[in-house]
């Protein structure tokens, strides 16, 4: 079992940047890949960027391209989004996501454990 804490959440004007943080416990983090997601109001969670168990891999949406950077540290059980040159369309909830997969997802239902979610806002 994994239990994630996302942090960082807020509210920003447009071209700011914000640095998401997710928590997660137990001993086997470095065992998971992890995950970034954002849900907007009416719209399906979306893959926004992915690292690999090992930290040697990343995937992005192409959104999230020249913008966003993932990042973990297996010391400190914590992986970080990092969000620069933020749009108002980037306004979401931010989930992370904890997957045990062979191969590093970017598909929400690979995902086997998440975080409650935090809001990001960005007003033009």
């Known amino acids: 079992q994994v239990q994630l804490v996302e942090a960082g959440g807020g509210l920003v004007q447009a071209g700011a940047s914000l640095r998401l943080s997710c928590a997660a416990s137990?001993?086997?983090?470095?065992?998971?890949?992890m995950g970034w997601f954002r849900q907007a109001p009416g719209k399906e969670r979306e893959f926004v960027i992915a690292v690999s168990a090992t930290g040697g891999s990343t995937k992005s949406a192409t959104s999230a391209k020249g913008r966003f950077t993932i990042s973990r540290d297996n010391a400190k059980n914590t992986v970080y989004l990092q969000m620069n040159s933020l749009k108002p369309e980037d306004t979401a909830v931010y989930y992370c996501?904890?997957?045990?997969?062979?191969?590093?997802?970017?598909?929400?239902?690979?995902?086997?454990?998440w975080g409650q979610g935090t809001q990001v806002t960005v007003s033009s």
């Open positions: 137990g001993r086997t983090f470095s065992s998971y890949h």
């Open positions: 996501g904890a997957s045990i997969a062979y191969y590093l997802p970017t598909v929400a239902v690979s995902y086997n454990y």
